[in-house]
């Protein structure tokens, strides 16, 4: 299944898979629900770079082991298997945006959340997981006309109870980004996906499971997730509605699910395109490819989302501090992604010959289209961060809309050549939905264009490095005739070395300004964090300080 496409298009598992401003809690507010009172802005700093380096060392961990995962399933599975499992995926994961997808971030957003508050979501999304498993239930046989899948009918019914699995747990994941547990959400995302998804997928496969393998691993990783949830964060399990309540969260969740709608749309679109033109082999090739392309997103974008939105949420009056933080981001996204797709684009024959084997060759050429877009797929994120986080929900979600006419319209184009036809459309799509949610974090920052252009000039520059220096070590490496773990090796080797070098002449040149700010923080952080805690923090430990508050793990 795919690795982090549904950390942008849905909720499932097979993948790579905010606090409010402060101040004083409301009457009737529930015990695990804390606003955080009198958090200072340096404390919202750190926690907020605590968390990012927890839900990025969780992802690092769970991107080696998604790398180890995906290499044994592509050799025990066709093309053919992932396909069709992906095309079941479309259908459920639509679903459980629509039940549950805005249920978290209105939660998350709300300023002064109250008890009424968790149990009108908590409903909500029981009841619409509810009514749309038994829609599903009904309508499986129609999406498999629809899509000319035959088997997606009984796939679907299997699969459709992921959405009563994860409403159980939709509240609790948001109260705990809410209250900035990102280690706790580290560690349940890594072990989900570990022993939920990757054990199970691999036992059942290798059993001879085939496609079925994937639908167990998919449902037993949501199973998993869910108990692990609950089990941090344990809320009253109550079904009750509260018409204010509901009113507050509607307020900002309508304007969302037209943005939620719209991206799944754009995400998914060009796997509807490929799955309904060119069938489920041709999907299941194309999905790896874009997989390879988004697992960055997943380690770096969908990280950093996670950790920025309820961080923004917290200083959203404040807009200086927000476009500061907002530039250094962006900035910081750049420096990571652009070398990284410089590197990608220069080995993507052995990428994917090490990674898949060598029936997956098909891969490449659509991959190396696509991994143009690692910045477009990676940095979007950050702008809708700040859009959601600053209420923007409304004039973000026509954005989306743009972005899913341009995918679907440039994929049906896209498809007389096949899946790197579509791999071009979808590309250009990329650039244009980047542009347009840059123009409007931009306007609501205040930055000026030239600004945020700078931003990229640093990752500029060490895009050339590695790419150029990776081209002529790889070319090397090919004439010799190594195989292709040599060539990887070996390039990324000769790479790292001249990186290196280039980094010891002149680091500010290499970095830029937000570069080597993000590295010093993260330096002094982590030396922080090994000389241990600071007096203040054992006294509040052994509860001599002000105590954290209820529910905070």
């Not at 969740?253 to 037209?258: I, P």
Request: proline share 4%.
């Amino acid at each position: 299944m795919s690795l982090d496409r549904r950390a942008g298009r849905g909720t499932s598992g097979a993948g790579f898979g905010g606090p409010p401003r402060t101040g004083a809690a409301e009457p009737g507010a529930a015990a695990n629900l804390p606003n955080a009172p009198g958090t200072e802005p340096s404390d919202r700093t750190e926690r907020a770079l605590s968390g990012w380096l927890w839900m990025s060392s969780g992802a690092a961990v769970q991107g080696v082991v998604t790398v180890g995962v995906l290499a044994v399933l592509a050799r025990l599975l066709t093309p053919a298997d992932f396909g069709s499992v992906s095309a079941a995926m479309l259908v459920i994961n639509l679903s459980a945006i629509l039940s549950q997808g805005f249920v978290g971030p209105a939660l998350v957003q709300h300023p002064k959340l109250r008890a009424e508050h968790v149990d009108t979501a908590f409903s909500l999304s029981m009841a619409g997981a509810g009514l749309l498993f038994a829609l599903l239930w009904v309508s499986a046989p129609v999406a498999a006309r629809a899509l000319h899948v035959p088997v997606l009918t009984g796939v679907v019914r299997v699969l459709a109870w992921i959405l009563p699995i994860q409403a159980l747990s939709a509240v609790a994941d948001a109260l705990l980004r809410r209250n900035l547990q990102f280690r706790t959400i580290a560690a349940i995302r890594m072990l989900s996906f570990t022993f939920g998804f990757g054990a199970v997928g691999i036992a059942v496969a290798a059993l001879g499971g085939g496609l079925w393998a994937l639908v167990a691993a998919d449902g037993c990783q949501a199973a998993l997730s869910t108990t692990l949830l609950l089990s941090r964060n344990q809320h009253a399990l109550r079904f009750r509605l509260n018409r204010q309540a509901l009113r507050e969260l509607v307020t900002f969740s309508g304007g969302l699910s037209l943005g939620l709608i719209g991206n799944y749309a754009a995400v998914n679109g060009d796997y509807f395109v490929v799955v309904r033109w060119l069938g489920v082999t041709a999907l299941g090739l194309y999905e790896r490819a874009y997989q390879l392309m988004a697992a960055p997103a997943a380690l770096v974008g969908q990280v950093l989302d996670d950790v920025l939105f309820p961080a923004l949420a917290q200083i959203q009056t404040d807009r200086q501090r927000v476009a500061l933080a907002y530039r250094r981001c962006v900035g910081g996204i750049a420096l990571l992604t652009l070398p990284l797709g410089a590197l990608a684009l220069v080995l993507a024959p052995e990428i994917v010959r090490v990674l898949l084997g060598a029936r997956w060759t098909d891969v490449t050429a659509p991959f190396r289209v696509l991994v143009l877009g690692m910045l477009f797929r990676t940095s979007y994120k950050i702008s809708d961060s700040l859009t959601r986080a600053l209420g923007a929900v409304y004039r973000r979600a026509w954005r989306q809309w743009s972005y899913a006419v341009l995918v679907v319209g440039g994929g049906i184009f896209g498809q007389r050549w096949g899946i790197t036809g579509v791999a071009w459309a979808v590309l250009f799509a990329l650039f244009m939905n980047f542009t347009l949610t840059a123009h409007l974090g931009t306007e609501l920052v205040g930055m000026r264009w030239r600004e945020y252009l700078g931003a990229h000039r640093a990752a500029l520059r060490a895009a050339a490095v590695v790419g150029v220096s990776a081209f002529f070590a790889a070319t090397a490496a090919r004439g010799l005739g190594a195989p292709a773990g040599a060539v990887l090796a070996l390039t990324v080797s000769a790479t790292a070395t001249v990186a290196g070098l280039v980094w010891l002449g002149n680091a500010d040149w290499l970095l830029g300004a937000d570069g080597r700010w993000l590295l010093e923080r993260l330096g002094g952080f982590c030396l922080d964090r090994l000389r241990g805690p600071r007096p203040v923090e054992r006294r509040r430990s052994r509860g001599v300080a002000q105590p954290a508050p209820r529910g905070a793990s």
